[in-house]
C-alpha cells in the first residue's frame, strides 16, 4: 500500500445484484472483507433470472442459505419446474414438454430450484448482513477507478445527491449489468454477435383467467409459443406464483412505444385466446449476445452480465453469473492469502469466457437458429402430414438443452491428465470422475454422502484429496507438499465401496469450487508408474508437487 491510503475493504463489488452478493458471501466465507456498492437503494421487483439450476442449488449449499430460498420460493416444489413448447399458440393443439431439469438432478447434490431474481436477490442480503465482512453501501454509483500495483481506488457518488467518496482495496469486480461502467473504466472491450439484434418487450400481469385457460398443463411454470412472424425468437411465458401473476418476453418492432402499442394483443396471440389482464410493468430491451473480450484487467475483474449479455433462454444468465462468482471467489482468496500461484488470477478469463461463448453457441444460438428453421419449413395449414412427423420427432428427442448443457473446464491450464479438453458448456453427464469435470455427489464406503465432506467446514477455501485405498505415505506426501505451498487441502480418506465407485477412480483433487483437477488410478488397478511411483521416492514427491502447482496456477 502507497502513502497513507485505508483500506476499505480487500476486495471492492460495484454492482449488488444477486451476481454481485453471491459472490460478496462466497468471499466472506473464505475470510475476505468486501464492501458492495450498489445505486439502488431498494431491489428491482422485475421477475427476470428464474429458472435455477441444480449446480447454482450447490452454490446456494455452500452459502448457507437453501432453506431460506425454498422458502422464498412462491411456486411449491411439488406443483413442477418443466416447460412446454406449442406451435403457433400455447392453446393451438402442438404441444411437447421442455426444459425439465429435474432430469439431470442425479448428478448434483442439490435439486434446481424456482423464483423470482427479486427473492434471491432478498435471500442473499439477508445472508450477507449476517456476515461480519460485508459492508453494503446502497445509492452508490461507481464513477472511476485507478489502481497501483498493491490497491485499486474508486470514486463513487450518491446516485440522488452530489456527495463523492473514495474508497480502496485490493480488487475490483464488476457486477454492474450489460452496461457495465467498470468494464468500461478497465478498458475492456466486447464482442457483439452479428445478425441477432431484436427490439423486445418484457411485460409484467396479474391473470387468475390464464391460469384457468392453461390448467391443462399441470406442473408447468414457462411455456414457449413458436411463430413464423418470429423466425425463431421465442414468445415466451412465465408463472411468478400459482396466484395469478405472470411475465412475458416476445419480440416487436423496432419502433415500438409503451404507451402506444397494443401489448394486450401481443400476449393473446401467443395464448391463442383472450382473457383479463391488469399489467404491472412494461417495457422494452434490445435482445444481443455479447461477450466481454477478457473478464479481467490487472486488479479488475467483471462478472455476470458485466462480462456476457444474452436474451433470458434456458435461464443461462444468472446461474452463468453465480458460476463466474465461484470461479473467481477461490482465485482472489487464494491471491489476497498468498497461495496462488502466478497465473491463477488470469485463469478466470481462461475458464469462464470459453463456457459463455459455448452457451451462446451450442445453445442459445442454435435454439433460435433450429426454431426459425422449424417454422420455415413446416406448417400445419400447407402439408399437415409433414408438420405432423416433424412435430412427434421434436416431442420424443433428447431435451438436449437440459441435457447437455454441463459447463467444464477441461481444457484449463490449471487441469491435469486432460490432453484433449476443450472448456465448453456442453457435455455429457456421468458419475465418472474426469478432470475438469464437476465432481459427482456420490458416497463413500461408509455411506457419507461426499458433499458433506469436501471442502472441510462451510467457510473453508479448501480443496480437498480424495483417496481411497492409498498409501500413507502417499497422502501423507499429498498433505507434506501443499503445506509447503500454503495450499488449504482436506484429505478425505476412504475404503473402496458405496456409490463413490461410480468415479471409477481412487485419487480425486476437487478445487474449492467442486470442479476436478486431477483423476488417477482410473480403473481401481495399481496406478502406472507414469501417474505415481512408489510414495517413498522422490520422484514421486515431484509428481505431487507438480500436480498441486499446477492446480494453483504456477503452470503457463
Not at 442425479?106 to 459492508?135: D, G, M, S
Not at 456421468?430 to 456420490?442: C, D, E, V, W
Not at 507438499?481 to 468415479?503: F, H, N, R, Y
Amino acid at each position: 500500500m502507497q502513502g497513507n491510503e485505508l483500506l476499505s475493504a480487500e476486495v471492492l463489488i460495484a454492482g449488488g445484484g444477486p451476481v454481485g452478493f453471491g459472490l460478496a458471501i462466497d468471499l466472506a466465507l473464505r475470510g475476505v472483507s468486501v464492501l458492495i456498492i450498489e445505486r439502488h437503494q431498494t431491489i428491482q421487483r422485475i421477475p427476470k433470472g428464474q429458472n435455477l439450476t441444480q449446480r447454482t442449488g450447490e452454490h446456494f449449499r455452500r452459502w448457507g442459505v437453501t432453506e431460506a430460498i425454498r422458502e422464498a420460493t412462491p411456486i411449491p416444489r411439488e406443483f413442477g419446474n418443466a416447460g412446454m413448447t406449442a406451435y403457433g399458440s400455447l392453446l393451438s393443439g402442438y404441444h411437447h414438454d421442455w426444459f425439465n431439469r429435474a432430469s439431470v438432478a442425479p448428478y448434483y447434490a442439490t435439486t434446481n430450484e424456482r423464483l423470482p431474481q427479486y427473492e434471491t436477490e432478498k435471500v442473499l442480503r439477508q445472508r450477507a448482513a449476517e456476515l461480519p465482512n460485508i459492508k453494503v453501501m446502497t445509492g452508490w454509483t461507481f464513477v472511476a477507478q485507478q489502481s497501483n500495483d498493491e490497491t485499486v481506488s474508486i470514486e463513487i457518488e450518491q446516485t440522488q445527491g452530489s456527495e463523492r467518496q473514495t474508497l480502496t482495496g485490493r480488487y475490483l469486480v464488476g457486477t454492474d449489468g450489460a452496461n457495465s461502467a467498470v468494464r468500461r473504466a478497465a478498458g475492456i472491450t466486447q464482442t457483439t454477435t452479428e445478425g441477432h439484434r431484436q427490439r423486445m418487450a418484457l411485460l409484467v400481469f396479474h391473470s387468475t383467467e390464464l391460469d384457468q385457460l392453461l390448467e391443462a398443463f399441470k406442473g408447468k411454470t414457462i411455456y414457449n409459443a413458436l411463430g413464423k412472424e418470429m423466425q425463431g425468437y421465442w414468445q415466451f411465458l412465465g408463472r411468478v406464483d400459482l396466484n395469478g401473476n405472470w411475465f412475458f418476453h416476445a419480440p416487436v418492432p423496432d419502433d415500438t412505444s409503451v404507451e402506444q402499442f397494443d401489448f394486450k394483443g401481443l400476449v393473446y396471440r401467443a395464448v391463442g385466446a383472450e382473457f383479463p389482464i391488469e399489467f404491472e410493468y412494461k417495457g422494452l430491451w434490445d435482445l444481443r449476445l455479447t461477450v466481454a473480450d477478457t473478464y479481467h484487467q490487472e486488479r479488475l475483474f467483471i462478472a455476470g452480465d458485466a462480462a456476457h449479455s444474452h436474451p433470458p433462454y434456458g435461464g443461462y444468465g444468472v446461474n452463468t453469473g453465480f458460476e463466474d462468482a465461484r470461479n473467481l471467489s477461490w482465485k482472489l482468496a487464494a491471491a489476497l492469502q498468498g497461495w496462488a500461484g502466478p497465473n491463477l488470477l488470469s485463469s478466470y478469463t481462461d475458464e469462464r469466457k470459453p463456457v459463455f461463448e459455448s452457451t451462446r453457441d451450442d445453445f442459445i444460438l442454435r435454439m433460435i437458429n433450429e426454431d426459425a428453421k422449424a417454422v420455415n419449413n413446416y406448417d400445419p395449414d400447407t402439408d399437415i402430414d409433414a408438420f405432423l412427423a416433424y412435430w412427434e420427432e421434436r416431442a420424443s428427442g433428447e431435451d438436449v438443452d437440459v441435457t447437455q448443457y454441463l459447463p467444464q473446464i477441461s481444457g484449463s491450464p490449471l487441469v491435469l491428465n486432460a490432453p484433449h479438453g476443450q472448456t465448453s458448456a456442453r457435455g455429457v453427464h456421468t458419475h465418472k470422475a474426469q478432470p475438469g469435470y464437476h465432481l459427482s455427489p456420490r458416497a463413500l464406503a461408509d455411506g457419507t454422502p461426499i458433499y458433506d465432506r469436501i471442502g472441510g467446514e462451510l467457510q473453508g477455501a479448501n480443496f480437498s484429496l480424495i483417496a481411497i485405498d492409498q498409501p500413507a505415505e502417499l497422502v501423507s506426501e499429498f498433505k507434506r507438499q501443499a503445506a509447503k505451498l500454503g495450499m488449504p487441502l482436506v484429505v478425505i480418506e476412504s475404503e473402496l465401496g458405496g456409490t463413490a465407485m461410480d468415479w471409477e477412480a481412487k485419487l480425486i483433487l476437487v478445487r474449492p469450487d467442486e470442479y476436478i483437477a486431477y483423476v488417477a488410478d482410473a480403473l481401481y488397478e495399481t496406478a502406472p508408474s507414469s501417474q505415481l511411483d512408489t510414495p517413498t521416492t522422490d520422484s514421486t514427491s515431484r509428481q505431487i508437487e507438480d500436480i498441486l502447482k499446477t492446480a494453483l496456477g504456477y503452470s503457463a
